[in-house]
Nanobody, 117 residues
Framework: QVQLVESGGGLVQAGGSLRLSCAAS????????MGWYRQAPGQQREWVAT???????NYADSVKGRFTVSRDNTKDTVYLQMNSLKPEDTAVYYC???????????WGKGTLVTVSS
């Protein structure tokens, strides 16, 4: 089945940058919408960004202007460039693959991002 593996998380100081990657296998990546979500301890998982098959992007208000989502269909990989990081960005970041044509969705196991003040 579909497998998603996130990478690139780590510890950074406020104002720093990180680039997350999510590699997909066993999927029809090119025809799937990709999304990034995050979950902080004790909080619900929230949507961060989406990129469609047509390369249209959308962002949560909390990250717009600081984060950029992109995809490389030759590598079956989606990225999340995170700049001007804030302590409130601290969370486990998850990659999501949406097969809209079949109404199926798949999740990665997440990568931890910690932003210190």
């Amino acid at each position: 089945q579909v497998q998603l593996v996130e990478s690139g998380g780590g510890l950074v100081q406020a104002g720093g940058s990180l680039r997350l990657s999510c590699a997909a296998s066993g999927s029809s990546f090119r025809i799937s919408t990709m999304g990034w979500y995050r979950q902080a301890p004790g909080q619900q998982r929230e949507w961060v960004a989406t990129i469609t098959t047509a390369f249209t992007t959308n962002y949560a208000d909390s990250v717009k202007g600081r984060f950029t989502v992109s995809r490389d269909n030759t590598k079956d990989t989606v990225y999340l460039q995170m700049n001007s990081l804030k302590p409130e960005d601290t969370a486990v970041y998850y990659c999501k693959l949406e097969q809209r044509w079949s109404e199926r969705a798949y999740w990665g196991k997440g990568t931890l991002v910690t932003v210190s003040s």
